[in-house]
């Protein structure tokens, strides 16, 4: 039976316990938590894995994270089965093309339809960390969220996860490009796992997403194939 999403009010508890950083000091809503900042160092760390790992009977790998938002996000991606969504689109471009104009995080308002702003906040190499407002709903809402994307232009590969997971308890999305006759084929595979309090279970949420991704992908292609010809015009 798949175990529900540890809350950030009890993994601050565990936080707390193992490490004995005071509670008011443990703000999990904001993605720039580092444990350096509130006093957090291996031991304590390794103290709030093996506490974890114990209660829930899991393994966790936390390697090279560095932020408390990004553990807790490892623990629950590893209590719960994901729900997985595949999209793709073949596009009539150059790789080069493709991928620079799809990796150009800070124009994506430009790219796809549903953002109305794209924050770079951090990039290291081929890291980037940003910040993603879509446009307002008709009701007013505004949704926002931070995420993080690693880019593997070898491999044709881009990894992305949120780290304000906000009514998910995780969001992984995994970029593939692939060469075919016709074109670049451009996958999104994306697993997630929505919170008990969130206003959408898991399959209402993978129609939403399989519904949007079909929209954008598309969009992105007319656009990105736009290019492509003006680009060939202007080389003529």
């Not at 629950?76 to 093309?97: F, G, H, M, Q, Y």
């Not at 969220?145 to 998910?168: I, L, N, Y």
């Amino acid at each position: 039976m798949p175990l529900p999403p540890l809350s950030p009010a009890e993994f601050r508890t565990i936080v707390q316990r193992c490490t004995g950083v005071p509670a008011e000091e443990l703000r999990l809503d904001d993605p720039q938590l580092t444990l350096d900042e509130v006093g957090v160092d291996s031991l304590g760390l390794l103290n709030i894995l093996t506490e974890v790992e114990n209660r829930y009977d899991i393994r966790l790998d936390a390697e090279g994270l560095t932020r408390l938002p990004e553990i807790l996000a490892l623990i629950n991606e590893k209590l719960a089965p994901s729900t997985r969504t595949d999209n793709s689109v073949v596009i009539d471009a150059p790789l080069e093309l493709v991928w620079d104009l799809t990796n150009d995080v800070a124009n994506w308002p430009n790219l796809f339809s549903e953002y109305a702003a794209a924050e770079i906040l951090h990039q290291t190499g081929d890291t980037v960390r940003f910040r993603l407002t879509m446009h307002p709903e008709p009701d007013g809402t505004v949704w926002s969220w931070v995420s993080e994307r690693v880019m593997d232009r070898a491999a044709g590969s881009v990894r992305a996860h949120r780290v304000e997971t906000g009514p998910f308890a995780f969001m992984n999305i995994h970029w593939t490009y692939r060469q075919t006759d016709a074109g670049i084929e451009l996958r999104w595979v994306q697993e997630f796992h929505m919170r008990p309090d969130a206003p959408a279970d898991d399959e209402t949420m993978a129609g939403h997403i399989n519904r949007n991704s079909k929209v954008q992908l598309a969009l992105i292609k007319d656009r990105v194939e736009a290019a492509a010809r003006a680009g060939a015009a202007v080389t003529r």
